[in-house]
């Protein structure tokens, strides 16, 4: 078990962190995407994704000629794949970037390798990966076909959190699922290279459903949240005083109602759940009905606060500026994507026949689905001149207005900021 050469198959936001920390150990490294857009970027020693900490590490593996990347994938003592596993539009898991990977890795693999699955994935995807490469590869024993085999295969799933990703991939406890014990052994050797938490072994379908309930606990967990916020705001409660004198009991622990879930794990991976469980699931298909469905609750609190500015002010819907504040799927963060925030923006933007406007410090430039719809702007000015706010996203930024600044009547604060 040396692995003098990891392959890493997926260089985004898990894959490329994960190549950086194994080549920070000095191990040699090959990073293999599709994209040669982000192939040439880390060849340089830069990153093509916002990750805090990360860029330094890439820099150092790069330049101290540990971290290579590739299109093509080359020979390698152990295979990570890290690519994404998206779900198609009747939300059933889409698996074709993992297949893609099996074959892309299947020329190359040579007796003794070990091919670890991180992709977060329906149970037993690991079986079929292992099913897909031993096709590809009669000539090779694999463990489904019992004794010694050639090739280990094991399932790893990543959980670190976006904004912390480098702190929590060494420090959390990882999961390893293998195919057998002695994949499991494989596997953890690997990940001990740089691991500070614990690796705790257990069956590879096991390892697969560990990951899709961690992501499903939260979801449930904020729905809970989020159906408190809409049952307070129709009794007239401050639903964030409510979770914070309900927390204050030793076994209740609320977690905070928002805009809706976005990213791209939590509001996805329940589906994964669902799409193999039609029949038994109930409360996690549920949460998610509630959480997809609070980007429009939001947008009929801010038609009323519109019909009731109109009431009271001597303006036209037309001359009536909304600004809403925030953009992403998370705090403090520059990524847009499955944000409710947005969704909620575009609405407000299709919907509102006057000026709408974005305050969103992380980014640039509006994305093209806002570009000519809204405009992007200092958070001065929409505190200074819009007449309704909506607080989407508690960047610390926004937690740091003082409220002394913020004079106007109509606000819905989906964050709790301004309460
Ligand atoms: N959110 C709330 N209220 C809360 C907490 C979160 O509305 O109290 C919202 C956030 O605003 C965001 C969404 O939920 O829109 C998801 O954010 P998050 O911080 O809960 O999670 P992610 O998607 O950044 O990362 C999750 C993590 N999973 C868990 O905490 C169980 C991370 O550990 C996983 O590795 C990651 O998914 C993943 O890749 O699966």
Redesign the pocket.
């Known amino acids: 078990m040396s692995f003098d050469t990891i392959s890493v198959i997926g260089l985004g ?2 894959g490329l962190p994960t190549a950086a920390v194994l080549a920070s150990q000095q191990k040699k490294v090959v990073g293999v995407d599709i994209n040669a857009r982000a192939v040439e970027t880390i060849n340089r020693g830069a990153i093509h994704i916002v990750e805090p900490a990360l860029d330094k590490v890439v820099y150092e593996a790069v330049t101290q000629g540990f971290l290579r990347a590739t299109i093509q994938p080359e020979a390698a003592d152990a295979f990570l794949i890290a690519v994404p596993t998206p779900f198609m539009a009747d939300h059933q898991p889409d698996l074709r970037f993992v297949k893609a990977a099996a074959e892309s890795i299947a020329p190359v693999l040579k007796k003794g390798d070990l091919v670890i699955l991180e992709s ?1 994935s329906p149970v037993g995807t690991t079986e079929l990966m292992a099913e897909w490469l031993a096709v590809m590869r009669s000539d090779l024993r694999f463990p489904q076909h019992g004794g010694t085999p050639d090739i280990f295969i094991a399932y790893s ?7 912390k990703i480098m702190q ?1 991939l060494i420090h ?1 406890d990882r999961v390893i699922g293998g195919m057998t014990p002695a994949c499991s052994a494989q596997a953890s050797a690997l990940y001990r290279l740089f691991l500070q938490g614990e690796c705790v072994e257990t069956k590879a379908r096991t390892a697969e459903l560990c ?1 899709l309930t ?2 499903s ?3 449930v ?2 729905a809970f ?2 159906e408190l916020s809409l049952i307070c705001a129709d009794q007239g409660i401050n639903v964030w005083e409510l979770i914070a004198l309900a927390n204050r009991h030793p076994r209740v622990n609320i ?13 996805v ?1 329940p589906w994964f759940i669902v799409a193999q469980n039609p029949s038994l699931v109930r409360l996690i298909r549920t949460a998610r009905e509630v ?1 997809d469905s609070k980007p429009h609750w939001v947008l009929q609190q801010v038609k009323a606060a519109l019909a009731d500015c109109l009431t009271h002010s001597c303006k036209r819907a037309d001359e009536i500026v909304i600004a809403c504040f925030g953009l992403t ?3 403090d ?1 520059d990524d847009l994507r ?3 925030a947005m969704q909620v923006a575009q609405m407000i933007a299709k919907w509102h026949c006057g000026q709408s406007w974005v305050v969103e410090p992380h980014i640039a430039s509006l994305p093209a689905a806002l570009d000519g719809k809204a405009e992007l702007v200092a958070s001065e000015q929409a505190l200074a001149q819009a007449d309704v706010l909506v607080m989407l ?1 508690d960047h610390s930024l926004f937690r740091a207005v003082e409220a002394s600044q913020v004079t106007q009547s109509w606000i819905v604060d989906t964050r709790g900021v301004w309460r």
């Not at 799933?157 to 904004?163: C, D, F, K, Q």
């Not at 977690?255 to 809706?260: D, F, K, R």
């Open positions: 936001y898990i977060t799933p990543e959980r670190v959190l976006p904004g929590e959390n990951k961690e992501n606990f939260r979801d967990n904020i949240a989020n977690l905070q109602p928002g805009p809706g879930v976005g990213g791209h794990c939590i509001a991976d959480n799927f998370k705090p963060i499955e944000s409710p996203v």
